[in-house]
């Protein structure tokens, strides 16, 4: 399966149901749902303390609003980057969600999740 070749609808298929599963597990403070699409490198780099740690200190993380608009798509070697304009329910303003995607084990997994 190459991912990059996929169209941009086919790919928000892929991507709309694990950001809103990010948004959902990120909210309940739910570390092993937020994980369970992770890749492996992914995975090495998400200490659930660090994680714990992020979700206390950073009210977005844990205020996400279901609401999301796709911005756009970026596709860079074996990857494909989906932007996402991000609200909260509690913090005001809009914020920049990044997840990238890509392929391990002939699956998708998450290479990268990010909000700004």
Known sequence: ??????????????????????VK??????????????????????NEVE?????????LLTSLSKQREC??????NNYVTVLFKQTSDKVP???????VLGIEDDNIKIFGATIF
């Open 51 to 59: 994680i714990g740690k992020q979700w206390a200190n950073n009210k």
């Open 71 to 76: 911005f756009g798509f970026l596709r860079r």
């Open 1 to 22: 399966m190459n991912l990059v070749e996929k169209t941009d609808e086919e790919i928000l298929e892929i991507a709309n149901p694990l950001w809103d599963d990010l």
């Open 93 to 99: 303003g809009d914020f920049l969600g990044r997840l």
């Open 25 to 46: 597990c990120s909210n309940n403070k739910d570390y092993s749902g937020f994980t369970k699409h992770f890749s492996a490198k992914m995975l090495f780099g998400a």
